[in-house]
């Protein structure tokens, strides 16, 4: 069997570690990327073709060239605090260059898509853990273009003269490298918590900023669930494998599905902070700042449903364990 796994924007963070764990299993893949956030050099493994999901010939003409199963749909803008400054291109390259996307992947027959969706789509919750029907409410643009692709591809899955069928993966806060050190995050700014913190403690920053301490929470700050982006990996490939399964099967509702995906465990700013400390070795130093706006005091996923139906289990659910992994990546990057 010679049929392959489009990875769209596996060239960034969290694609890249799916396209390894792909390949690691035996799934020839294939990437698509514009490299306007990815890194070619994240591209270790499978084909890679440099091109943007704005252009629909570029995407028709790989569904025409090679024998495509299914696809995994990463490549987007992520940065909630840009989609605020710039909505309309956070519509466009999120949303919209989706739908082309979507046209080739139905002109083509493929039948199974695995959308990289993300915690925002919830807003500020309700009820903590979350669970996939806790009610959406995005108060971004960012988690409103990852809505609109999760609307489009339930409404594509119901449509009633095709066998389409898509998994959609609402992420929490995603962290962690390749245990081998192959690949790993790499933003350029950087914006996420444990890379920042990490770079106070190579002194490439000079101190970490704590948005807020007095949050309702045992120790004031935020608290987060850190999913290790190997556990992540593991979990598109489960869902991949759940919509093989059963395949004669022509009831795609039977099978398109939506899944949190956290590690259980919330951690506050300061124990992230902590567990750097303890893992580097060095102190870091650190300097309270104004809340973020947008900032729930706890975002917790209820991640049952995918450990449940997709037999996924996280293995990085110690802190310590995340930030080792991490570390070692941070400092091969700033060699
Ligand atoms: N955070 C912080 N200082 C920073 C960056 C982040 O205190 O310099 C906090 C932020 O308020 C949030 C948590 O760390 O509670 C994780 O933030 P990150 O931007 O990594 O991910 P997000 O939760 O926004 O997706």
């Not at 997709?310 to 060699?335: C, G, M, Q, R, Y």
């Amino acid at each position: 069997n010679n049929s392959m796994i489009l990875i769209t924007g596996g060239a960034g963070y969290i694609g890249s570690h799916i396209n390894k764990e792909l390949n690691k299993k035996g799934y020839e893949t294939i990437v698509i990327d514009n490299l306007i956030n990815g890194h070619e050099s994240a591209v270790k493994w499978g084909e890679f073709l440099e091109g943007d999901l704005n252009d629909f010939e570029f995407i028709n003409s790989i569904f025409n060239s090679y024998d495509i199963e299914g696809v995994m749909h990463f490549a987007a803008f992520t940065s909630v605090a840009e989609s605020v400054e710039f909505p309309a291109m956070y519509y466009k390259n999120n949303y919209k260059n989706t739908l082309n996307l979507l046209k080739a992947v139905k002109l083509a027959n493929v039948n199974k898509l695995i959308f990289s969706s993300t915690a925002a789509v919830y807003g500020n919750p309700k009820k903590v853990p979350i669970t996939e029907n806790h009610p959406v409410n995005p108060i971004n643009p960012y988690g409103k273009s990852k809505l609109m692709v999760e609307t489009v591809l339930e409404n594509e899955s119901k449509s009633i003269d095709s066998d389409f069928k898509y998994v959609s993966l609402r992420y929490f806060n995603a962290c962690g490298a390749d245990p081998e050190t192959e690949i790993g995050e790499n933003h350029n700014p950087e914006t996420h918590l444990i890379p920042l913190i990490l770079d106070v403690a190579i002194e490439k920053r000079e101190k970490i900023a704590i948005f807020g301490d007095d949050y309702e929470t045992f120790d004031g700050t935020c608290i987060r669930d850190y999913i290790h982006v190997c556990d992540l990996a593991q979990a598109h490939i489960k869902a991949f494998e759940h919509l093989q399964e059963d395949e004669t099967n022509k009831n795609p509702l039977k099978k398109s599905n939506i899944f949190n995906l956290g590690n259980g465990n919330g951690f506050s700013v300061k124990e992230v902070i902590a567990a750097c400390e303890k893992v580097t070795g060095h102190k870091i130093k650190k300097e309270l700042a104004e809340k973020r706006e947008g900032d729930p005091a706890i975002l917790i996923a209820d991640s049952k449903k995918a450990i449940e139906t997709l037999k996924w289990e996280p293995k990085f659910t110690d802190l310590n364990k995340i930030v080792e992994t991490a570390w070692k990546w941070h400092k091969k990057l700033n060699e």
